[in-house]
């Protein structure tokens, strides 16, 4: 039987395994995916055995990623432009590893969005500069926005994702996010505001483009402060709970050989665990 793995510290508020357990039973596959708690310390022995205990892969998160990344034999190019790795699996004996996070973002506005979004919003807003706002950053530039604008608190942060492509990408402090908002047909939530147990992100989203689409990566709650305004202001909003379902389906195919797909019924299976409040906001 296929094995994989989420491995962190802490992990008992992981999704993953309810994602990837939906698509085992809905292929009628025999594999397991199981959760792994395991402090930094123990990590690079785990990457070196993991083979040896039956695992054909798996996930990675906090605190491991940047660990993973320096610990594989071959990582991806998106892997080494963010700095940290998510999906790990074996080739030809290799360690292989992958950060499936900029997938996952750009999959979801596929999805959801017209078909020509990036060419139509030009120049995007995106909110918080950590390290899910590395992967929405270089996902818009990959997709070839003109101009990405990172708000951010602190704006040393802000300048540090600049790097990632300096030609469209500028730094900017909170205080220029009212005199940006009209040039942006894309604006993103990617600071932890809004997320259950923290202030709402205060923003007016009264200047912004008609035709604007609002993206929060943030899915607890499924309906943000930020998506309720800009359903109430007729524009397009779309969630964070389609990243991290598009962000699952490179791994899955890897290690049990099928490509799942992002259906409403794995949707409506993560929203009903959501919506039960088991484990932590993650
Ligand atoms: P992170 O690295 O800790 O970054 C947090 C960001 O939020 C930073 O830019 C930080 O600003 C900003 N921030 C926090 N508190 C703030 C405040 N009071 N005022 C202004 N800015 C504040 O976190 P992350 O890993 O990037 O994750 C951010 C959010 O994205 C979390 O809610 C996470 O659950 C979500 N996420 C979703 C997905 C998905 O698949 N949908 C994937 C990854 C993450 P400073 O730089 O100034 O501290």
Same mark, same amino acid.
């Given at each position: ?18 994602? $990837? ?5 809905? $292929? +009628? ?27 054909? +892969? ?6 491991? @990623? ?7 034999? $071959? ?10 790795? *998510? ?6 004996? @290799? ?56 708000? *951010? ?92 379902? $598009? ?32 484990? @932590?906001?993650?």
């Amino acid at each position: 039987m296929r094995k994989a793995f989420v491995v962190g510290h802490p992990i008992a508020h992981s999704r993953s395994p309810l994602i $990837h357990g939906y698509w085992l039973a809905s $292929h +009628g596959l025999e594999g397991r995916y199981e959760r792994i708690d395991l402090p930094p310390q123990n990590f690079p022995a785990f990457l070196r055995d993991f083979p040896d205990q039956g695992y054909v +892969g798996g996930n990675v998160t906090i605190p491991h @990623k940047e660990a993973a990344l320096a610990g594989i034999d $071959h990582a991806s190019d998106r892997a080494r432009r963010l700095g940290a790795v *998510n999906t790990l699996w074996l080739e030809d004996g @290799k360690l292989y590893g992958d950060n499936t996070d900029i997938t996952g973002f750009l999959a979801n506005l596929d999805a959801l969005c017209p078909a020509d979004w990036a060419e139509r919003a030009g120049a995007a807003v995106v909110l918080g500069a950590g390290g899910a706002a590395r992967a929405v950053v270089a996902g818009l530039a990959e997709r070839g926005l003109g101009c990405i604008h990172v708000v *951010n608190r602190s704006l040393d942060k802000a300048a540090s994702l600049t790097a990632l492509a300096p030609d469209q990408v500028r730094a900017h402090p909170l205080d220029n996010l009212a005199a940006l908002l009209p040039e942006a047909g894309l604006i993103v939530n990617t600071t932890s505001l809004g997320m259950a147990g923290q202030p709402a992100l205060k923003i007016d989203l009264a200047p912004c483009r008609a035709d604007a689409i609002v993206s929060d990566i943030v899915y607890t709650p499924l309906e943000t402060p930020l998506l309720a305004q800009a359903r109430a202001r007729g524009l397009l909003a779309v969630d964070g709970l389609g990243m991290l379902l $598009h962000q699952a389906v490179p791994g899955f195919a890897r290690w049990f050989g099928v490509t799942p797909e992002v259906t409403q019924g794995l949707r409506d299976h993560v929203c009903a665990d959501l919506l039960a409040g088991k484990g @932590k906001p993650a």
